[in-house]
């Protein structure tokens, strides 16, 4: 029976054939040799390896994962909510692939369905059970297990774990929290376990354009690592008073808040805080807390649980240009003083308004926000000499710091050490929220600063925006969230489907008129 031969038996067939051939019309032997490939050797390129560094840091930078108190006839889902600046995935548009990834992994998790060996709850009990409500990241700032984190992660927790990079995870408590630096200090009982951790890096070395390496918790994979540089300094993003961010360009996203971002030595320059996206994921905008502004907010919490900040009492602006023009400065720089107010530092000293500060201790001031940042980083109690520019001439006063007022302790804790369960907010925080605002005290005791706002709600379509004051409703003036209440509760006896709101920025002060409960 006759087969065709396989290309394979062909190939064989020929190559025997040719050798034959060759022997028969040389009369010699043919020495056969094989040859084999080598290995591609490919020279490294004298770029920096992060690797080293990765290796150093990586045990002292652990996940926080935040869980809370609720009610379980409130519970209607189980999902995790994954902390991204304060804001969970359901920001994201419905089409969005990320919200689509997030919302699969948190019905069924990397082990399986909801509440399966990756969830970890709390008892239950009469007061509701624990549920996980943020995931971020932190890092060990001493051999102790002080853990340093954002407070917009741990802001809404009642208990707080944190996850080692080898899976161990180590009940922590809260210590205290800054909410105007977005800073938060844990601490874990290691039982005697000496945990490696990390060292600050001088504010004075850190330049644009150096490598830095951002390591923590994305999007709850926890040990990931990015890199990028330095992109600018002293950033403004409108937060608050304290603003002076790292920008860096490293991929920096949800979850990253509050971890680490190292210089090539294995020191924390900043803290990953916030991002500018408008897609939700990173673009290469990030910003990061220096590190000089860190060191001295935790070491404090890390002290007593609370920051003390220097006051001076005194209520200012910016100065434009045509502000110098008209009072006879040479450059735009400086704050000027609207009003002092009466019985604090500021006025004991003789500060009044129409006074432009120039400089404090000798340094100069180059705008509002840096005199608030310079009198909050100094202590209560110390003398300040203070630069100002009244009637065309520089004077100079002393002044002795008063302390910051604040309405609450920032950090509280129950009789066994542990934190608090988290109260109701009050009935005037509720309504505001109806407005699409959360508002704090204002560092002057006047008015209300605006912390955060609903970018759905009728206040921000009309312009009003976080780190603003509300200093009037109605023309009263308010200086709490129940004084708002109360005057909205008026507007709707009168009936009136609108409350004119007085708004006070940098630029200067407008009316807004907002819609009250919806109405209107």
Known sequence: ?????????????????????????????????????????VQAPSVPSFANVVDAVSPAVVSVRVESRINPASDSTDGFAFDF???????????????????????????????????????????????????????????DGYV???NHVVSDGSAFVAVMTDGTELDAKLIGRDPRTDLAVLKVDGKGRKFTYVNWADDNNVRVGDWVVAVGNPFGLGGTVTAGIISARGRDIGSGPYDDYLQVDAAVNRGNSGGPTFNLSGQVVGINTAIFSPSGGSVGI???????????????????????????GVQIQPVTKDIADSLGLSEANGALVVSAQDG????????????????????????????????????????????????????????ELGTLPIDQKDASNDDNGGPAPQPEAP??????????????????????????????????DKGIKQ???????????????????????????????????QIQSQEGSRFVALPINGQG
Do not use: C
Request: without cysteine.
């Open 286 to 312: 990030a910003f990061a807390i220096p590190a000089s502004t860190a060191k001295d907010v935790v070491a404090d919490l890390m002290k007593d649980g609370t920051v003390s900040r220097g006051y001076l």
């Open 344 to 399: 604090t530092p500021g006025q004991k000293a003789g500060m009044k308004a129409g006074d432009v500060v120039t400089a404090v201790n000798g340094e100069t001031v180059k705008d509002a926000r840096d005199l608030s940042r310079r009198i909050g980083a100094m202590q209560p109690g110390s003398k300040v000499e203070v630069s100002v520019w009244r009637d065309s001439k520089a004077q100079s006063l002393t002044v």
């Open 148 to 150: 340093v984190t954002n």
């Open 427 to 460: 009935a005037s925080e509720k309504a505001l929220a109806d407005l699409g605002l959360t508002v704090g005290p204002s560092d002057d005791g006047k008015g209300l600063t605006i912390t955060g706002i609903d970018a759905d709600s009728d206040a921000a």
């Open 1 to 41: 029976m006759f087969t065709t031969p396989s290309l394979k038996t062909m190939l064989k067939a020929s190559t025997v054939a040719g050798l034959a051939a060759a022997v028969f019309a040389t009369g010699v032997p043919l020495e056969i040799t094989r040859s084999y490939a080598e290995a591609v050797n």
């Open 467 to 501: 780190g603003e004051k509300i200093t009037s409703v109605n023309n009263q003036q308010v200086s709490n969230a129940d004084d708002v209440v109360k005057v909205l509760n008026q507007a709707k006896k009168d009936g009136r489907t609108r409350a004119l709101f």
């Open 85 to 143: 600046n304060g804001r969970g995935f359901d920001d994201l548009p419905d089409d969005h692939p990320l919200k689509r990834f997030f919302r699969q992994f948190g019905e069924q998790g990397p082990n399986g369905p909801q509440g399966g060996p990756n969830r970890r709850f709390g008892p239950p009990d009469g007061k509701g059970r624990l549920r996980p409500v943020a995931q971020g990241s932190g890092f060990f700032i001493s051999e």
